[in-house]
Structure formats: C-alpha cells, structure tokens
C-alpha cells in the first residue's frame, strides 16, 4: 500500500507539471495556471473513484496530494520562469505521470476485485482522464488522439502486463515495474523515433450535415 | 427487462461503429479507435448511472458489453479497410444509437421513479453523451451543436412520447417502438430534408473580453 | 439554509441566460438552446454533488430548479427575439453565476466538515464547471481560460474570504455578502480595466509530436 501512495504522489507531481508547462503556453494567470494543474493532477483518479464509488474521493481527507501538487507547480512556474523548458517536456512529464496513474488505477481495480479487463480499462481510465481534462481545458488536442504515435496502445499493454505478471504470482514490486516501464518505453521509443501501429484511414466523400 | 437489455446492447453496437469512423477519420491507431469505440459506447449511460448513483456502474459486471463494442468496432475497422463507408454512415450510427439510448435511460429512471421531467431530461443525457464525448475527444464540433438540424428537439420528443405513453397504461413495446421511431424519424428527415425549428440568432456588437 | 436555496436558484437563473446567450451565437434551434442553458446551470452543482456523494442530485427531487431555468431561459430567448442583449451580457451573466455557485458550493462543502482547503476547491468547482461545460458544448475556449483576465482568482479569493470569515465567527449574511461581492468586483474590475495577475509564459522551441 506504501508503494502504491508513492506512486500516486509522484504521479500528482509529473501530472502537476505537465498542467504548468500546457497553461503557460496559453498565458494563464498565476492562479488559472494552479487550478489546470491541481485538474490534471487529480481529475484522472476522481472520475476513477466516482466510477468505483469509492468515496471520499482521495484527495479529500488527505493533505498531502495538494502539497505534492502544489508544491511541484510552484517549483516549475519558478522554473521556467528563469530559464526555458527543456525540449518535449511537456509530452515526457505526460508518459510519466499517465504510466504511474495507469498502474495505479489498473491495482485498485483489481482489489475491488473486478474482473481482469475491467481492471485494465479502469487503469487506462485513470492514467489518461487527467491529460485529457488538461488538454481540453487548454483548447488543444487531447494528446490521446494526436496521430501518429503510441498512446493508448502504451497504457493498455502496461496495464494488462501488471496483471498478467500479478495473476502470475510474481512477487513484490517486478509487476509494478514492468508494466510502468512497458507504458514509458513504448512512448518514449514512439515519440523517438515514430514507432507507430497501422492506423485506421476513414474518408468520407460527402460532408455530414452542419459541417461548416 | 430483457427488452431493455437487447436495446442496450444494440445501442452499444452502433456507437460503437459511430466511435470507430469519427476516430478513422483522424487517423488514430488500432487501439486508439477501440478506445474512442468503447467510451463513445458506454459514456452516456455511464454518466447515467453516477448521477443515479447506479453502482456498480452497468458495464462493469457483465462481459456481454465489452464483447459486443469490441466486435462491432472490429467489423467496422475490417469493412472500413475495404470499402468507403456508406454515405452519411456516421450521422445515421449516432442517430440510432442516440434513439436506443436515450429510450433506455428514460426507462431505468422511470424504474427509479424519478418524476416523468427527470425521466426525460435522464434520457436525453444516456442518449447525447456519448456522442458528445466522441466528438470532444476526436476534436470534433458536439453533434448536437451543428447548426441547421434537429438533435436535441428529436431526443426530447421521442423521450417525452415514450412517457406519455407508459402513463397512459400502453402495454407491451408500443411505447418503446413508437418513442425510438420518433426519434429516429425526427431525425432523419431533418437530415434529409433540412427540416429544422426556428433558431435563436444573437448578434453581439462587442467582442468579449480576450476573445483572440 | 433559506439564504443557501435562493442563491442557488439565482445563480441557476443567471447561467440559463448565459447559455441561451452563448447557444444563440451559434444559432441552435430552441430545444437545444434550452438543453444548453439547462446542463450550463445545473453543471457545477451536479458534479459537486458527484464528487461529494450527495443522492440523488439536486434538482431530481426539487421541481422548482427545472422552473426557474425553464422560466429564465424562455424570457431571455424572447428578449432577444425583440432586442441585441446589453453589452458584455454573457460576461456579466457568467461572473454573477460563477460567484453564486462559488459561494454555495463552498458552503456545502463547509457543511459536510470538509477542511478549508477543500471547500474552497469545491466552491471553485461548484461556480466554473458549468461555464466550463457551456464552452465546451459550444465550442468555445472555456471563459477560465481566456487570458488577460482575472477568473480563477476571482473565484479562489471570494471562496477563501468566505471560508476565513465564517472561521471568525462572522454572523448572518455578511460572509456571503463579502465573499460573492468580491468574486464580482474583481470580474467586473478586471474585464473592464484590464487588471490582471502576472501570467505565466512559456515558450518551447521544438514542436510537440504529432502537432498540425
């Protein structure tokens, strides 16, 4: 249970970040630029809970998710305040915090005791929710859908390596690690180089109605 | 009930396919669109169920939901990859879907005995918001905005029939039919023929505030 | 808890207008029209009540929420059926709704023994998830979003002077003057003199994948 809570502080951290770097280049005000991280940071295992009906929501009782949260979004408004993100941050602070939260999500699920594929979409659920609150917030493409690389397929193949190795029986924290590992390393290595899947090529030749 | 359940499924089945050309449309890969499929699919009643606070959320215990999404999204992709969907395939999927579910959902919140208004409004949100969760998350504008036809007009009407005639002691499925034919009807021939209410036209002078 | 009833319902009646406003700009018929101003005014509330596990919602059971956004969305569509809406109108409408909400979700969520902090997160949920919702559906860059004005902060302000005031034992009324009476202040203040908080930029140099 330990590492779990560690995992998803640090995950409130990465995601926090991701939240400052997406609202400063919108020019927020200071405030707004809290608030987008505060969403991104928590909306992913709010609607969690809401669907698993576990309540009170986690953040509410426990103070330390918004000192984690808060404190990482100050520290990068200090940050890139004096000197310049580094290059692909953003997407990198994204990976992480969505490998973290999709193997968060993806082990509550399965002490709920829902069945495996349950599991595995709850942890998607959880590991993307919050980039996508985040980018619809800040009028952008929900990275989720940006063509071109490895996204959801990242969170369903760590999430469903987590609970192969944890049905497995394999011990202590290699399930956990494996699965985060799976989700970073697909999504680095297809942002790096382009890795991709076919994708699906629909074209319509006559325009829905309304379109304008 | 298990008319209720086939309806359900069936309305599943064609969002799902509804999911699966809006995510081809924008090119996103293999597990991307059963991602877009699943949550177009069961957003709308899954919404429906927190706010009747319905947990286990409906698709969680039972496997037939995720099988038939999964299917139906798969034969979309493998017809999709040989033949150019038929005309208008995407509007008339929604426009299906749209009627199955929201007669579902006004039929579950007339089970909980919410008052006949809940009911409607209950079943105009299982029916819309799925589709307005596919078209956010695939950057597209929300169906039920497009100027020019009728959306939420067909939802309300063929609900609000469905109520009317269950009042009225109408047995068997002649409410369910009729409300879903409605719906359906309203929606076509808006389609087809542009029919449409009187809209609402504001014109502002001014800008507001930051408009960019 | 009188007070706390009629500052919901006016603050449903203030969002009603602003969603027939921001609905009219894009010409959807009156049906869809009423759809917006309706999910605009019971939004915020709604998914406070999700996130704090209030059953059922708050206007399933109280049919005179359902009236008075009926009521306030119906005059306002006659009103300008007949005459251009005043200036800013959807601004004004939107401040005056936001800093309602704010107020009462704080208070709720004071109610339910919530720490401090939270309650001022609920408040700030409560008062700008339907506007939020709003812009999403009409496809518009949400209101907190639009830089150069304070919103936010307006809301977090006028919930943490509420929040210290009710601590002090202040009485009656004056928590809820002061507290709604600066979230309008500093709206009002900062749309029509351009007062902002410093903004955060953020500059990145190498495009993110997959960016058009």
């Known amino acids: 249970m330990a590492l779990l809570q560690w995992l998803n502080l640090m995950g409130e951290a990465v995601f926090a970040v991701s939240g400052v770097l997406a609202a400063g280049r919108k020019r927020l005000d200071l405030l707004g630029v809290l608030v987008i991280a505060t969403v991104t940071a928590v909306g992913g295992g709010t609607l969690r809970d809401l669907l698993l009906d576990r309540h009170p929501i986690f953040w509410f009782g426990e103070g330390e998710h918004l ?12 940050y890139v305040s004096f000197r310049r993100p580094p290059d692909r941050s953003l997407v990198v602070a994204d990976a992480l915090g969505m490998a973290l939260f999709t193997i968060v999500g993806t082990q509550i699920a399965l002490a709920e005791e829902l069945p495996a594929v349950i599991a595995v979409i709850m ?7 919050g980039g996508v609150i985040r980018d619809v917030l800040t009028a952008e493409i929900p990275m989720i859908l940006r063509q071109g690389h490895l996204y959801a397929t990242a969170a369903i193949t760590g999430s469903a390596l987590y609970v192969v190795l944890v049905a497995a029986g394999v011990p202590g924290p290699v399930p956990v690690v494996v699965g985060m590992g ?15 899947l076919p994708s699906l090529v629909v074209t319509d030749s006559t325009p829905d109605e309304g379109e304008r």
Chains 1, 2, 3 share one sequence.
């Open 123 to 129: 942890g998607v659920i959880t590991g993307v929710a």
């Open 67 to 78: 000192v984690v949260i808060a404190g990482a979004a100050i520290l990068t408004v200090i």
């Open 182 to 196: 799976a989700i970073v390393l697909l999504r680095f290595v297809s942002i790096s180089f382009g890795m991709r």
